[in-house]
Each structure stands twice: as C-alpha cells, then as structure tokens.
C-alpha cells in the first residue's frame, strides 16, 4: 500500500485534476437515463421515447398557468416575506425573513436585558451610525 502512493502522484499529474476525469456525475446520468426503460426488449427505443416526452412535457409546463407544475410549485422553504403594511425603517433595522412555526409566545425582558438589547442595536446598526456620529460632535463640544 505504500507503493501506491508512488502511482498515485503519477496519475495525478498526468491524469490533471479529477474533476476532469470524474465519473460519477455521467453515472448518475445514465441511471436517470435507464429509468425510462419500460420495453426491455428495446431500451434505446424506451430511453429516446422517455427522454423526448420529459423534454416535452417540461417546454409545456413552463407556459401553463393555473396549474401547478414542477417549474411554479411552491418551494418546501418559504422564506419569501409577506408584503404586510409595516414601517420601513424598522424593516430596514429588522428585515421580516421565513414564516413563524409553530405557536407564538411572548416573554418579558428584565432591565439588564432590555439594556443589553438596546446597546447592542446602537452598536451594530448601520442606520444609527449618523446619530452616534452627532452624539460624539455635540459631547465634544
């Protein structure tokens, strides 16, 4: 075995780099390919008549409307936000990503907290760095 490292090297630098030489992706292929095959007696037939109809039927779907197809379904992952009346500025400091799960539930803040909170959104806002800026002048002043 550690005379295969040897051929290794070798196979590498004439070989190039294994993306070029990677099966797995052509493989892959060709299972999907054979999983046209319904005459077994003429799987060329079966291939050609399962790939045209896929092609097909995927050049229609892609003009129908009102009726869901692989191109216009719904992703499993909504995270488009919704277009509700809200304030821009805070959607801005808070922008309104994914669906809520589940049921809501409230929690109160202690003052340490609530504190903590309030420093951290001063920090680290962009949208806040002009008023720091003002606060800095005037306490120079």
């Given amino acids: ?43 060329e037939g079966s291939i050609a008549q399962g790939y045209l109809m896929e092609k097909i039927l995927t050049f229609c779907s892609r003009y129908l409307e009102n009726i869901e197809t692989r191109w ?39 003052a340490t907290e609530k504190l903590q909170a309030h420093r951290h959104v001063l920090t680290n806002c962009s949208i806040v760095d002009n008023y720091l800026q003002e606060f800095r002048n005037i306490v120079q002043k």
Avoid: C
């Avoid at 295969?4 to 292929?29: D, F, N, S």
């Fill in 1 to 43: 075995m550690v005379h295969l490292m040897v051929h290794l090297v070798e196979e590498a630098k004439l070989g190039g780099p294994v993306h070029y030489r990677w099966m797995y992706p052509i493989e892959r292929y060709l299972g999907h390919l054979k999983s046209y095959v319904r005459n077994k007696a003429q799987p």
């Fill in 72 to 110: 216009n379904r719904p992703r499993r992952v909504d995270d488009e936000p919704t277009h509700e009346e809200s304030n821009p500025w805070l959607d801005t400091l808070f922008p309104k990503v994914g669906k809520p799960l589940g049921v809501s539930s409230y929690f109160t803040l202690t």
